[in-house]
């Protein structure tokens, strides 16, 4: 239900800062480690600040798809909700223009179906992804800070690391001599999508950089 007087409630609008302020450092820290090569870096740099973040800014959404479960089961309020969410996707955003201009090129910054794969699997690996994320945070919704930072951020590691495999490397004598018709496959490769698992990391680098390259997916 709509509660006009939440407006006037400071715990309101400290939320939505939190939430804000939660997914520009989320994003930001995505992205700067993206710039890395291979899964890893992202991966554990995305776990460690969503743990960190739980257990410092009072459990923050920082993901729209998470504020958006809270909306079904009706553990959030539609105002909060929707401010959440708009908080959520400028915090990315100003991330994403941030990350753009302090990184040498685009490379990282989008999440991209491989081209191992096909839009349907990674579509498919998004909603289980996201799925554990959101069991992890409503499983944890009512523990104390560390215990539930550290089911968060394992979560998101977790998911993120799964989403992609690397290439395993050829042995010297075994590898054919270089092509230069045949490009070296992107690193990294695999049958699923960037393990997103959250809309606003996809969304504010799509804004910034104009890329929406399947951007349905995530």
């Known amino acids: 239900t709509l509660c006009p007087q939440e407006l006037r409630s400071g715990s309101f609008w400290r939320g939505v800062l939190a939430e804000a302020a939660a997914t520009l450092i989320f994003v930001g820290v995505v992205l700067g480690a993206s710039a890395a090569p291979g899964p890893l870096a992202p991966a554990l740099a995305?776990?460690?600040?969503?743990?960190?973040?739980?257990?410092?800014?009072?459990?923050?959404?920082?993901?729209?798809?998470?504020?958006?479960?809270?909306?079904?089961?009706?553990?959030?309020?539609?105002?909060?909700?929707?401010?959440?969410?708009?908080?959520?996707c400028a915090g990315a955003v100003l991330a994403s223009a941030a990350a753009?201009?302090?990184?040498?090129?685009?490379?990282?910054?989008v999440t991209r179906v491989t081209a191992a794969g096909?839009?349907?699997?990674?579509?498919?690996?998004?909603?289980?992804?996201?799925?554990?994320?959101?069991?992890?945070?409503?499983?944890?919704?009512?523990?104390a800070a560390p215990p539930g930072g550290l089911a968060l951020g394992s979560a998101v590691a977790?998911?993120?690391?799964?989403?992609?495999?690397?290439?395993?490397?050829?042995?010297?004598?075994?590898?054919?001599?270089?092509?230069?018709?045949?490009?070296?496959?992107?690193?990294?490769?695999?049958?699923?999508?960037?393990g997103s698992m959250n809309p606003?990391?996809?969304?504010?680098?799509?804004i910034v950089t104009g890329i929406w390259d399947d951007h349905w997916v995530s």
Do not use: Y
């Not at 958006?68 to 309020?77: N, V």
């Not at 998911?159 to 490009?183: D, E, F, K, S, Y």
């Open 100 to 109: 753009r201009l302090a990184l040498p090129d685009d490379t990282g910054l």
């Open 46 to 88: 995305g776990g460690l600040v969503a743990g960190g973040l739980a257990c410092t800014l009072g459990a923050p959404q920082a993901n729209p798809a998470l504020t958006l479960a809270l909306l079904c089961t009706r553990k959030l309020g539609v105002l909060r909700g929707a401010a959440g969410l708009l908080a959520q």
């Open 200 to 206: 606003a990391r996809s969304l504010g680098p799509a």
């Open 118 to 143: 096909t839009a349907g699997q990674a579509l498919a690996w998004e909603t289980f992804a996201t799925f554990q994320l959101a069991l992890a945070a409503f499983a944890d919704a009512d523990r």
């Open 158 to 194: 977790a998911g993120a690391l799964a989403a992609v495999r690397t290439p395993i490397p050829t042995p010297q004598g075994c590898r054919p001599p270089p092509n230069p018709a045949i490009p070296d496959p992107p690193f990294p490769q695999g049958p699923f999508s960037g």
